[in-house]
């Protein structure tokens, strides 16, 4: 099972309120990414990382804004949380060599009310 | 514009039957096609990938199937068990540039395996 770890699973906030979804992994892996899923629907890259201080925005726009400090730890913020934000937001990370397996967190599913 | 389609959207399959998810991609640049498995309240896990240089590839009850003519490449489970009940999402990628490998999605396959 892969060492990939987020928190909250489940969030429930009124709009408006700043939240963070937090996501570290200890395999020491370069590469870590954000995907979106709605139910039924495909994963959407929102953001990934090469390593430290490096961010990159993915195919689907987003408004969370994501940092990375630390190789093992790669948050995602929003300022100001909409109802449009709903959905589940997965992480995963990749050793970055090439056509590398990506390792799955279980997830943070987000209701914003 | 989605770039890798998946079929069909759910399946029904007996236990020691054949599931059969079946996916299409435009991208001829995609040089890298896996698939990955997910159960309920779990995120994704890889379960078999295939390079476009071979036509198929098996790890024990599941086969890759890969038709690079026809874009499209399926995913075969032999002997389908309970177990197997999961959501099922083909992928595909390419070097989008400086070693960066991006995965598109498919739609999912939720698949039920009856006794």
């Known amino acids: 099972e892969a060492d990939i770890y987020q928190t909250p699973r489940y969030l429930v906030i009124g709009t408006g309120k700043k939240i963070t979804l937090e996501c570290s992994q200890t395999?020491?892996?370069?590469?870590m990414y954000w995907y979106q899923q709605d139910p039924g629907m495909e994963l959407h890259l929102i953001h990934y990382s090469y390593g430290v201080n490096s961010t990159e925005k993915g195919d689907l726009s987003s408004e969370s804004t994501v940092s990375r400090i630390r190789t093992e730890h790669f948050p995602l913020t929003l300022e100001s949380a909409r109802p449009s934000h709903t959905s589940q937001y997965l992480c995963a990370s990749s050793l970055g060599q090439g056509l590398d397996e990506q390792f799955f967190g279980p997830g943070t599913r987000l209701t914003v009310l | 514009q989605q770039q890798v389609k998946q079929s069909p959207q759910s399946l029904i399959v007996q236990k020691g039957g054949i599931s059969i998810i079946n996916c299409a991609y435009e991208n001829t640049a995609f040089d890298y096609f896996p698939w990955y498995q997910q159960f309920p309240g779990k995120g994704p896990a890889l379960l078999i990938a295939?390079?476009?240089?071979?036509s198929e590839k098996k790890e024990g009850r599941f086969t890759i199937s890969f038709n690079k003519s026809a874009k499209q490449f399926s995913l075969h489970i032999m002997d389908s068990q309970p177990g197997d009940s999961a959501t099922y999402f083909c992928?595909?990628?390419?070097?989008?540039?400086?070693?960066?490998?991006?995965?598109?999605f498919g739609k999912g396959t939720k698949l039920s395996v009856i006794p």
């Open positions: 295939i390079r476009p240089d071979v």
């Open positions: 992928a595909a990628s390419n070097d989008s540039g400086a070693g960066s490998y991006q995965l598109t």
């Open positions: 395999m020491g892996h370069d590469k």
